[in-house]
């Protein structure tokens, strides 16, 4: 077990019994909180228009700058295999030089070179923390040396394809500490993403996720609820959150209920049409 300097992300821990508890809370630049409704999730399999998925992870580490995880490689495979039976899997990467891509500014980083905005999935897995000394920073790392992408640097889905979802397997990125959520996040959904999936603290290196996830995702559960149950039936220790933005609460939280059906049909908010933030976290 490595230590918090060391930016650890999914210190194994031992599988436990899933939690149904969920919390939840709503941003706006006004600071307005709510309720969110109830997430359910649907036993049926659905047909859909098939999704691009591009998956990007990364288990070891150049010149160990951090340490490396073990279920890295099987889960990513896992995750992408599955969705390939009823999607494109477009390509599935290590993150060697991988920021450029990952923060997908731009138009020019297609399918060969594993762009974000490149899918409408996009999965990543590797270690995620929030800056210990600039504490408005919510950081992934890459292969490289020393190299991170911050979350406020990157802004998906108004190039190429455009991101509809972001999901990482990675601690901490989502933190919730007040207002930090919208500033931290606000970028990433200013070009029109709909959905990002990940960690409000610790996520565990266990086995298992990749297919399950996607198993869930193609039963047409709700995508929050997916990742939740997914993550948590795992290890019960995990902490699954997912964020959407809306034009108003409502619509913020109806987003919340978005599936692999309908996800990239949610009208995409960019810029000063996000009106507010909302999330729901589980512990």
Known sequence: MTSLMQRPLLRRGLPGAMLAMSLVGCSSEGGLDTDAPPVTTSSSIVWHEPLRVGVRCQQDYEKKWQA?????????????????????????????????AVEAKGDGWGAAAGGADSVDFFFMFTHGLINPYRKNLAEYDMWDDGSVVHVDDMRLGDSDVGASVLATYSCDTMRIDGGDVYRRWYPAFAGGLRIALGAHDVFYDVPKIGRELASRIQDG?????????????????NHPMAITTGRDPEDCWARHGATVVNV???????DERIGYMCWSYWH
């Open 264 to 270: 990239t049909y949610l009208d995409p908010l960019r």
């Open 221 to 237: 559960a709700h995508l929050a609820t997916a990742w939740a149950e997914t993550t948590l039936a795992a290890e019960s220790e």
């Open 68 to 100: 490396p995880l073990i279920h890295v490689w099987q889960t990513c495979w896992e995750f992408g295999d599955q969705m390939s039976k009823d999607n494109y899997w477009t390509y599935y990467y290590n993150l060697h030089g991988g920021s450029p």
